[in-house]
T-cell receptor
Framework: GAGVSQSPSNKVTEKGKDVELRCDPI?????LYWYRQSLGQGLEFLIY????????KSGLPSDRFSAERTGGSVSTLTIQRTQQEDSAVYLC????????????FGEGSRLTVL | GQQLNQSPQSMFIQEGEDVSMNCTSS?????WLWYKQDPGEGPVLLIA?????ELTSNGRLTAQFGITRKDSFLNISASIPSDVGIYFC????????????FGQGTELSVKP
């Protein structure tokens, strides 16, 4: 597609359930990022993939959070045993490479944990 | 870890006024960038700065990369209603493999 695509756009779940958020980056972009944006807050770095290198997971808030990127393209962010504080907008972005900081963002997946 | 301190947090201005916002850090960054986020959308890149001291313009927007590499500012001249949104600074450190850190954002409101 022309831009970064994220799904679902909205997800409401019950506390304790697992959720998966999907990101389809721009074709040919080798770098893929996940950020979390809580209401009225800035963008919190979660994880970053660059090509076939090991991902930078330094921003994942707990071991309930994990992400993978299959075939250097689509990425899935998984949150296990969701908690209310996980409620936020999860933004995915891709970039041609990791040296420019020029990211193209999707519209985000809004997660609400009841 | 690295942290970007962005100010002001919010601004309420009249259409036609100029706007200035800035970002500082105790860490050195190789690249500074400014993004804008409209409601319900992801941030969009406005300006990227790659050299210390660099001053770059994009229409009514002007941004500078501080000489110390620890700060940057963004100016918007003659604001218009569509400038409304949240503006984020972001810093990139090469030796961290391309990890991009964002400031907390400046929310801009423009009164027609």
């Amino acid at each position: 597609g022309a831009g970064v695509s994220q799904s679902p756009s909205n997800k409401v779940t019950e506390k304790g359930k697992d959720v998966e958020l999907r990101c389809d980056p721009i074709s040919g972009h080798t770098a893929l990022y996940w950020y979390r944006q809580s209401l009225g807050q800035g963008l919190e770095f979660l994880i970053y993939f660059q090509g076939n290198s090991a991902p930078d997971k330094s921003g994942l808030p707990s071991d309930r959070f994990s992400a993978e990127r299959t075939g250097g393209s689509v990425s899935t962010l998984t949150i296990q045993r969701t908690q209310q504080e996980d409620s936020a907008v999860y933004l995915c972005a891709s970039s041609r490479d990791s040296t420019t900081g020029e990211l193209f963002f999707g519209e985000g997946s809004r997660l609400t944990v009841l | 870890g690295q942290q970007l301190n962005q100010s002001p947090q919010s601004m309420f201005i009249q259409e036609g006024e100029d706007v200035s916002m800035n970002c500082t850090s105790s860490s050195i960054f190789n690249t500074w960038l400014w993004y804008k986020q409209d409601p319900g959308e992801g941030p969009v890149l406005l300006i990227a700065l790659y050299k210390a001291g660099e001053l770059t313009s994009n229409g009514r927007l002007t941004a500078q990369f501080g000489i110390t590499r620890k700060d940057s500012f963004l100016n918007i001249s003659a604001s218009i209603p569509s400038d409304v949104g949240i503006y984020f600074c972001a810093g990139l450190i090469y030796n961290q493999g391309g990890k991009l850190i964002f400031g907390q954002g400046t929310e801009l409101s423009v009164k027609p």
